[in-house]
């Protein structure tokens, strides 16, 4: 197997200096958790302890119930004190991401961030930040694997799990030669797949199904773009979780002739949450950061502050016409 250096030895020898001398660690990743935020801070969080470290991943929001399935979410908790030797970050590079546990973050000694998303600001005492690598865990997997931090079955399983939902199973253009390796090697140390494949992809409850065919049926089609709004209402009409409605943007950029898909999520008074898929002209990650947000070229979101739906759709069309037309 070829040697996973996208990290410098310089960043990686700090890393371990910053653990070695920690008595206390804190682990956050991002406000409504994905596969690749709970996968990255979980598995690094056991590596950390079977080396002999007390640390904590920070619980500042629920997991959507298609993640429960995942082993150490028992350790995905409140924090136990309010300040920490080291606060590691993971999966995002800005501090309003990580929601409530910012002022734990900003009362502990060293900080530092390991995320692979573009355009991340901010500055902390160590930044391993590689937009060139597909997810958060591929990084992660590196740095226990250059470190010899240990592994075991639960680590490899929740690394893999992270690898494939930010890699939309091995589908996504940022995927390199690194990626099938991380995941063989995965593979050998025992990351149970079948049970990966099963809960995620093969599980699907007969009411989300309903779910995504009422979305379906409001999508609005414009092409090149397809554009859709799910409200607090429809999701309590089914006994669906926002995070269940985020499938329908993935279907709506596979179709034919559509490049740009984009789901309008109402997650709180006058609060929608944008999620944009693309295809292969268009850069989404440039749209999401000139809205205050971020994330990949060909997925990325940010948030919207209208007052009712039908303004945050306006909204919506006008920016994506014009990202369209330039």
Do not use: W
Not at 20 to 45: K, V
Not at 265 to 276: A, D, R
């Amino acid at each position: 197997m070829p040697k996973i250096e996208k990290i410098s030895q310089k960043d990686l020898e700090k890393f371990k200096n910053f653990i070695d001398q920690a008595q206390s660690i804190a682990i956050s990743a991002h406000i409504n958790p994905d596969g690749d935020a709970l996968g990255s801070s979980l598995s690094l969080r056991k590596s950390l302890e079977l080396y002999g470290k007390k640390a904590e991943v920070i619980k500042i929001s629920e997991v959507d119930d298609y993640l429960k399935f995942l082993p150490q979410l028992e350790n995905y908790k409140e924090p136990s004190q309010e300040e920490y030797d080291l606060f590691i970050i993971v999966d995002c590079s800005e501090f309003d991401r990580i929601d409530k546990a910012i002022e734990i973050c900003k009362n502990s000694k060293k900080v530092l961030v390991i995320d692979h998303h573009e355009g991340g600001s901010i500055k902390t005492d160590l930044n391993i930040i590689h937009s060139d690598s597909p997810a958060s865990c591929e990084l992660v997997y590196e740095i226990i694997n250059r470190l010899n931090l240990p592994i075991d079955e639960e680590i490899a399983t929740l690394l893999y799990a992270g690898l494939v939902t930010d890699t939309g199973r091995f589908l996504y253009s940022n995927i390199s030669e690194l990626t099938f390796y991380t995941a063989a090697d995965l593979y050998k140390k025992g990351a149970n797949f079948e049970m990966i494949y099963k809960n995620l992809y093969q599980n699907k409850e007969i009411s989300k199904l309903q779910f995504e065919n009422y979305i379906l049926n409001k999508v609005e089609f414009n092409k090149p773009y397809a554009l859709v709004g799910v409200s607090q209402k429809m999701c309590q009409e089914y006994n669906m979780q926002m995070g269940d409605s985020e499938s329908v943007v993935n279907m709506l950029r596979d179709l034919k002739g559509i490049e740009v898909a984009c789901l309008v999520k109402e997650y709180g008074e006058n609060e929608f949450k944008i999620s944009l898929r693309s295809k292969e002209y268009l850069d989404v990650s440039e749209i999401a950061r000139n809205n205050g947000g971020g994330g990949h070229i060909r997925a990325a979101g940010f948030t919207l502050n209208e007052n009712t739906m039908d303004r945050a759709i306006c909204k919506m069309r006008d920016i994506l016409k014009e990202a369209l037309n330039d």
